[in-house]
């Protein structure tokens, strides 16, 4: 059974920081490309952060970049976002989410793995 498990959300002040993990099973990490995703209230999902499988290369939205790092552990089949200097509109659920391929993808329906979701709340 594929399951995606994100955990570390909850309340913080603006400046802030969280790590955010998600613990995978049912599939083989390595394998995989992931991604992490932001809804915020209201809107859509948006990618915040992506992983190739293969060279690790990283890819990050305009307004995270120097704050947010994706990482993983193949090993533990888990997946990290360190998030800091946390500001209010970085509030919402946070998704991780897994797809098989060599490459890092931005879309969301580019991915058909995801998490449940952890709410992230960053107070002014």
């Known amino acids: 059974q594929v399951q995606l498990v994100e955990s570390g959300g909850g309340l913080v002040r603006a400046g802030g920081s969280l790590r955010l993990s998600c613990a995978t099973s049912g599939f083989t990490l390595e394998y995989y490309a992931i991604g992490w995703f932001h809804q915020a209230p209201g809107k859509e999902r948006e990618m915040v952060t992506c992983?190739?499988?293969?060279?690790?290369?990283?890819y990050c939205r305009d307004s995270v970049k120097g704050r947010f790092t994706v990482s993983r552990d193949n090993a533990k089949n888990t997946v990290y976002l360190q998030m800091d200097n946390l500001k209010p509109e970085d509030t919402g659920v946070y998704y991780c989410?897994?797809?098989?391929?060599?490459?890092?993808?931005?879309?969301?329906?580019?991915?058909?793995?995801w998490g449940q979701g952890t709410q992230v709340t960053v107070s002014s």
């Open positions: 992983m190739s499988r293969s060279d690790g290369q990283t």
């Open positions: 989410a897994a797809t098989y391929g060599s490459f890092w993808y931005l879309f969301h329906y580019e991915y058909d793995k």
